[in-house]
C-alpha cells in the first residue's frame, strides 16, 4: 500500500524551504506543520526533486509516473537569479518562447504547441490564443513543474502542449522573515519582504511583498508592484482551510517588431541573395505596374543590400522600432482563492479550491512597419505598397511602411472549482489509487481595440470612394526613425474590435493508478468534457466595417466529449523505470476567437500525445535523468475550402474544413544531480520538429512553426569551494544555454526563408551565505555575445548584453 502520508510530505517540503535558507531555526516543524498542504506534492530528498503529483494528484515518485514531467525547484531558480517563468525555461526541455509574440507577457510553448498556466493546478491567466498576456513573476513561486502533454481531466479545458504549474509559497508554523534587495544595470532595483509564522498554534500567516523597478535593456522598461497574503487554519491533523489572495500591478514596456528583416525575395530574382545581386537584377516590373525605379535608385537599393537581408534580421544595436507614442502594457491582476483539505478517513482523501480571477491590461504598441526591399509578388515587382518607398522621387531604401499602432484595453474575469477526491485501497495484493475529480471553470473577456494607420492604408466606400487614409508618417529610415507628433487619438483612430466573449467549461473524471508488486505501475484516466463559447459583436468604426458598425446578437456554440490518459510503467530495477503515455485533450478553438451559430456542430479543438521514456537514478538517489521520445499534435483546427465562394457556392459546399492540425515530434533530455556536497549539476536538451499541418492548400503546409528551434540545450553547473576556513563554502556557478535557428518564415511577405540564428550564452554566479546575510552576484551573457533571444513577427528581439546584478538577502 501507499498511502499518502501527510507527515512525510510535510517534513520533505519543510526540508526543501529551509535548504533554500539554510537557517536551523527553520528545519523545526510541529505537528501541526506537518499537515503542510500542497496542491501539486513535491518533495526533496538529497536535495534531488524525486516526487510529483502533477500528472496523477497523488504523492507519486517520478520513477513510477506514467508522464513526462520537470521540476524546477527554488534552489536553482536562487542560484540563477531568475525572477520571472521566461527566463526560467532554460531549465525545462521543450519549453521554448513562442514566434510572433509581440513582445507581450510570457507566450510560452510546450513541444511546439500551446501551453496552460496555472498557480498550484488553477488557472492562472492567458493560453489558448489570448493575446493579452500578463508576465508572471517568481516573487511567490517555490518551484515550477510542467507536465507535458493534454491534461484535460485533471486540469479542465487546457491547451495541446501541456501545464506549466506554479507553486507558490505557503504558510508555515516556524516562524520566518526576511529582507532581499536587488540591484543591477539600466538602473534595476527591487525591495522585497518575506514573512511567516504561526499566530496560534492552528492559525499560520504569509505576508509577501516587492517592488520592483528596471528602464531595461534598449529602454524596455519594466515596474512592478506585488503583494501576497495567504492564512491556514488547521483544524486537526487530518482537516485544514487556506485562504490566498495576490494582487500585482505592473507596467512593461512593448516591442512588438524588435530588429525587422528587410523583406528581399530571392526567388524574385532566380534564387539569387541579398549579396548576390547587381542593380540590374532588380528589374522594374516589364508590364509598368509596380513601382518604377531609376537607374540610380535601383544602384542604390542595390548598395544597400547587405548578405543576410531577406534572411535574418538586421541588426542596429540598441535601436529599435518603439514610437513614443507606444505605451507600457499596464497590468492589473487580483486573485482570491480558498483551498480546503481533508481527511476523511485513513484512505480517503478530499481537495477542494474555489478561485476567483480578475486580470485588466492596456497598451499601445506598434504591430506593423515592414521594410520592402524588392519582391515579385503574385506576378507583379514591387507592388504598392509593398515595395520601396519613394517620395518626391527620392528613394528611401530603409524606410518601413504599412504602419499600423493598435491600442488595446481587455478585461478577464473567470472563476474556477475544482473537487478532487482519492480513496487509496489494495485489493488482490495490489495497491490502488482511485481519484473521482469535477471541475468548473467560467470565463468573461471584455476586448476593444483601436488602431492608427500610414498612408498606406485605404478604406474606400461600395462606390469606390476613399472615406479614410492613414495619417501616420512613414518612417523613412528604421536606423534613425522619424516619429509622429502628438498622441494616438491625434491620428485618427479606427475602432477595430469590439467584443465580449465567454466560455464556460465543466468536467468530471475518474482515475485508476495500480501499483503491481512486480514492478510494473499502471494509470487509466477517462473524462467528460463540455465547453460553451459565447460571442458578442459590439460594434466598430463604420470606416473600417460598415457591415460590422452595428452591435450584433450574441452566438454561441458548444461541444462535448470524451478525453482520456493511458499510461504505464516498468520498473526493472529501483534505478530504472521505462513508461509509455498515450492523452487526449480537448480544448476551446480560440478563447478571443468569434462564433457564428453555423458553427454549432464543429468539433472543438483537440490533442493528443504519446511519449515513450526511460528514467534512471545513479549516486544514491542523489541524481535523477529522463530520455523521452514524443509526438503531440492540436488537431481539428479549421482551414478554408478553396473551392468556396460567398453568394455563389451550393449549400453542401463547404466554407471550411476543421482536419488541420499542428504536430511536434522529437526526444528530450532532462537530468539534475547532487553528486555531493560540493557539486550540482541541471541538464536538459531537445531535439523538436514543430510542423504547420493546418492548411493544406497553402504554401506553408507542413513547414516549421515559428520561433520553436529543432535544438535547445542548457546546463547549468554549482560548485561549492570551502575556503579560507569560512563558515560555509563560497558557491561558484555557470550556465550555458544553447538555441538552434528559429524560423520567421513567411511566404505572404516574400520571407519564406527568414530565420533568428542560433546562439550561445554563458551566464555565471557566485555567493556567499554567512549568519543571516546572503549575497549573491549574478553576471549574465558572460561573453557579451550578439543574439536574438525570441523570434518575432518577421524579426527577433535582440538578446541583453552582458549584464550584473547583486541580491543581498538579511534574515530577520
Known sequence: MKPFNQSILAVACAAAFSSVHADPTLQQ???????????????????????????????MSLMETPAAVVVVDKALISA???????????????????????????????????????????????GLDNTFNPTRSLTNVDSVEVLKGPATGLYGMGSAGGVINLIEKKPQFSEFHQLEAEIGQWDTYSVAFDSTAGITDKLAYRVMAKSARSDGYRDLSDDRDEAYLSLKYVFDQSHDLMLSAAYIKDALAVDSIGHPIRIFNAQSVDGKTAGQVTWQDLINDPKGKGVQLTDLQRQQLADSLANQDGLTPYTFGHNGIISPMAKDNQGEEVRFKLTHNADLTDDLFLNQQLQYRNYESGFAR???????????????????????LVINDVLYPYAARRQEYRQVQADERSWQYFLDLRYDFSFAGIDHELLVNANYEDRNIAFEQYSIYDADYVIKNKAGEQIYQGTLPYILDIRNPNWAQGSFADHDPLKTSNYNKKVKAWGTGLQHVAYFNNGFTTRVGIAFNEIEQAYQHLGVDPRYSASAASPTPEQNTSDNGMTYNLGATYMPTDDISLFVNHAKGRTAYSILGTITGTETDRDDSQSLSNDIGMRFKAFNDQLLGSIVVFQSARTNLQYGNPEFEAGVSAANVAQYFYDGKEETTGVE????????QQWRLNVNAV????????DPNASSFDTRQKGVPYVTSSAWLTYGASWFELENPIEFSLGVKYVDDRSTNSTSFGIPDGYVPSYTVYDSAVSYRAARWKLQLNINNLFDEVYYSKAMFLGGMPGEERNAKLTVSYLL
Do not use: C, H
Open 687 to 694: 531535439y523538436q520538429d514543430a510542423r504547420d499541418k493546418k
Open 29 to 59: 516543524t510541529s505537528t501541526v506543520q506537518n499537515e503542510l498542504e500542497q496542491i501539486t506534492v513535491y518533495g526533496r530528498q538529497n536535495n534531488v526533486v524525486k516526487d510529483s503529483g502533477l500528472a496523477t494528484k497523488s504523492n
Open 669 to 676: 533530455f532532462d537530468l539534475n544531480a547532487e553528486i555531493n
Open 80 to 126: 540563477q537569479g531568475v525572477d520571472n517563468l521566461q527566463d526560467l525555461v532554460r531549465n525545462i526541455s521543450g519549453v521554448t518562447q513562442a514566434g510572433n509574440n509581440y513582445g507581450i507577457g510570457d507566450n510560452l510553448v510546450v513541444r511546439g504547441l500551446g501551453a496552460n498556466y496555472t498557480y498550484d493546478g488553477m488557472y492562472g491567466g492567458a
Open 366 to 388: 506598434q504591430t506593423g512597419a515592414y521594410n520592402y526591399v524588392y519582391w515579385n509578388r503574385n506576378g507583379t515587382i514591387n507592388a504598392d505598397p509593398r515595395a520601396p
